[in-house]
């Protein structure tokens, strides 16, 4: 009709163009795309029951009481029931005997958050993009295949003798927990280093990758087994080389690592391990302290000094 207004086309919607980049030809992901990537790996891991490996980052209680803990893969939060998370977890237990046992294995992974580990797909929910997982299935697989099924050669993977890799999944004091390949084990700090550790902190940290080299391996079944290992035999002993560094009636600094039965425990400064039974200094020496040392004695049998602590430099409070 005449003067009736004329309808315009609504606008075109904008382009949408590639991000720009830094250096030409180069793609960036946003991280919409990235997660519908990871939740498409998740999705065939899912269906093909493929070993995902994500990073333990906490421990929950459910509404019913229960405790699960919580890995993250990529962003997703993968949930994973208490007896799905360790091998050894006993359904038959009641009472106080399964309030211990959930304390301990509580304590267990509180100690593990950080660490790397790896888990099988049990469920998904692709609405609320929800994941439920078991860490001891696999566990179980990669002792399958590590332990019991022989390589081209008719050898076991993970044989006595052998170098391999480890994951380190907790640090204490005077030890590491690893795992290999589905199996863990710990190794004592005297087993970790030629010279004397008074802290394994000081060394290793939770997700750390190392090399071990596995000692013993005790096999029943792949529920039963346990494996023994040991860090140091990888490393040269240069303890015999560094006690030529020591003069008898010389003093040196160091730094005490242990004190067992009045009997304290110095790695000196110039790195050779020595041990004193009496100290001159009217304070008690502890753990980190830093102390000057004479040598009475070299006993190159033992590649360590022998000698007495004249004085406590600095206590470590």
């Excluded at 590639?18 to 946003?30: F, K, N, Q």
């Excluded at 863990?184 to 997700?207: K, P, Q, T, Y």
Aim: aromatic letters at 6%; charged letters at 25%; one cysteine or more.
């Amino acid at each position: 009709a005449a003067g009736s207004p004329v309808s315009k086309p609504d606008p075109a919607p904008p382009r949408s163009s590639p991000i720009l980049t830094l250096e030409a030809g180069t793609d960036v992901e946003t991280e919409e795309s990235l997660a519908d990537i990871a939740w498409h790996e998740i999705h065939n891991a899912y269906r093909t029951r493929r070993i995902l490996t994500g990073t333990l980052g906490g421990l929950e209680q459910t509404d019913s009481g229960k405790t699960v803990a919580v890995a993250d893969y990529k962003g997703f939060r993968i949930v994973i029931p208490l007896k799905e998370m360790v091998m050894g977890y006993q359904n038959n237990l009641t009472g106080d005997e399964y309030t211990a046992m959930i304390v301990r294995q509580h304590k267990l992974l509180s100690r593990m958050l950080g660490a790397e580990i790896d888990f099988v797909i049990l469920g998904i929910d692709s609405k609320s993009r929800s994941v439920v997982a078991s860490r001891r299935e696999a566990m179980m697989r990669k002792r399958q295949l590590f332990y019991f099924s022989p390589d081209a050669n008719g050898e076991y993977r993970v044989r006595e003798g052998r170098v391999v890799q480890a994951r380190v999944i907790v640090v204490a004091d005077k030890s590491i927990r690893v795992e290999i390949f589905g199996v863990e084990c710990s190794i004592m700090a005297r087993n970790l280093a030629w010279d004397w550790i008074g802290d394994a902190h000081d060394r290793f940290a939770v997700g750390d990758q190392i090399l071990v080299r596995v000692t013993e391996v005790n096999k029943t079944s792949q529920e039963e087994m346990s494996v023994h290992a040991d860090v140091k035999s990888i490393t040269e002993n240069t303890s015999r080389e560094a006690l030529k560094r020591c003069r008898v009636q010389s003093k040196y600094a160091g730094r005490v690592t242990d004190v067992h039965k009045g009997i304290v425990y110095v790695r000196l400064s110039n790195g050779v391990n020595a041990v004193a039974h009496s100290c001159y200094d009217r304070r008690t020496p502890g753990k980190k302290d830093d102390v000057s040392f004479v040598v009475t004695k070299l006993d190159e049998e033992r590649s360590i000094a022998v000698g007495i602590i004249t004085r406590i430099i600095r206590q470590n409070l």
